[in-house]
Every structure is written in C-alpha cells, then in structure tokens.
C-alpha cells in the first residue's frame, strides 16, 4: 500500500535555529513529490515539486530535496513568520489509471521570537 | 485574481441529513479536485472534474459524490450523514487535470456532524 510518513509531528524551534522536515514515502512508481505550507484555518499553499532523486528547489528560508525513499524540507534561519504546517504529497498513478495526490499527515512548525 | 471560493465556511447538521458544498475554481481553472482534511488522517482525495466529467476517484463509499457545471464550478454532496465524516473539506483548481499542475486550495468547509 502507498504511504507517506512526515516527522516529527510536531517542530518547536528559537528564531534563527535551522532545521529539517522528513517526508518518508513507500509508493510503486512516484511520478513527483509536492510541499505545501498550511496555515490554520486556509487550505494548503503550494511550495515545491520534485520529481527525481537528487533534485533541489530553493525559494527564500526553505530548500527541498529528494531521494529515492524520501524528501526534506530544510529550514534555514527561520522566522516566526514561518509558523505553519508543512504538508508532503507524493504523486502516483491511481486505479483509474490517472494521477493523484497522497498527503502525509504533515509536520506543525512552530518558531518562537 | 480572485482564489478558490468555498462556500459555507462553516456548516452544523446533524446525523443521517445530507450535505451540499460549493466550490467556485479560480477564473480559467478547468479541473476540480476535492479533499477531505482531518487530525488523524490528513488529506484524502476525494474525487477530480474536468470539464464536468469526473475523471479520477478516491476511496471513499457512494455517499459521497459530486459534479461540476459548464462554468467548471463544482459541488460535492454527502449523503445520510455520519458522525465520521466531520472534517474539513477542500477544493482545488488547476488548469488542468492530473496532479503535475500545482494546486489551488480554497479554505474549505469546516463540517461538523452531531
């Protein structure tokens, strides 16, 4: 079966404190992977797609990568601002033969000032 | 440019009523897809229009279904309500179908089933 697991959970960390966000993924033939970012009470935002292992994308504090099993979401410097939920999706082929989404459960992040 | 608009934000039924949500796409869109969003599962795919065809389907049972219009604006219905189906429900638009166009999501409808 087709999953993807995101830790931790939940992230804490000081302004300014670098980290990174997993995304571990067990699916028959991955055609991309997508990061979005969710903040409460809006739908999720779109933020980066990967489609092949060694791929890099970059869009100010965040930087994502990808491996063959799994994906991470570096986050360098971060500011309060960057408080939200980090959702991983992994795009495969459904039953009916088109693509579709699989989200994790993602990964709360909080920056404290 | 106007976002994806979902309408009710909020809605209270109780169990065995049935439900209608709406989903306006961003002007141009033409595909449709509808997520289900709760704390312990996370995002569910419910379903995809394109071109007021339904071209892509979760796993979700019959009570649950949609349709979209000429004007590519979508409606998702549940049916004989259960307490499990409280959850925040989302629409996406893309220009077009498949999931290697990137999303737009509305804010949802929070639906809360007593």
């Known amino acids: 079966e087709d999953q993807v697991t995101q830790s931790p959970e939940a992230l804490r960390l000081q302004e300014g404190e670098s980290s990174s966000l997993n995304c571990s993924y067990t699916?028959?033939?991955?055609?991309?992977l997508f990061w979005y970012r969710q903040d409460p009470g809006k739908g999720p935002e779109f933020l980066f797609t990967l489609y092949s292992a060694g791929e890099e994308k970059e869009k100010e504090r965040l930087k994502a990568t990808l491996t063959k099993k799994e994906s991470f979401l570096h986050i360098t410097a971060p500011k309060p601002e960057d408080s939200a939920t980090y959702l991983c999706a992994v795009q495969i082929i459904s039953n009916f033969g088109n693509e579709k989404l699989t989200f994790g459960t993602g990964t709360r992040l909080t920056i404290i000032p | 440019k106007a976002g994806v608009t979902q309408t009710p934000r909020y809605l209270i039924k109780t169990r065995g009523q049935q439900v209608t949500l709406s989903c306006s796409p961003i002007?141009?869109?033409?595909?449709v897809s509808w997520y289900q969003q709760t704390p312990g599962q996370g995002l569910q795919f419910l379903f995809e229009?394109?071109?007021?065809?339904?071209?892509n389907k979760g796993n979700f049972p019959g009570r649950f279904s949609g349709r979209q219009f000429s004007n590519s604006r979508s409606e998702m219905n549940v049916s004989t309500l259960e307490l499990g189906d409280s959850a925040l429900y989302l629409c996406?638009?893309?220009?077009?179908?498949?999931?290697?166009?990137?999303?737009?999501f509305g804010s949802g409808t929070q639906l809360s089933v007593l």
């Open positions: 996406a638009s893309s220009l077009y179908p498949g999931t290697s166009e990137k999303l737009f």
């Open positions: 002007s141009g869109h033409r595909s």
């Open positions: 229009y394109f071109s007021e065809t339904q071209r």
């Open positions: 699916v028959s033939g991955l055609r991309g």
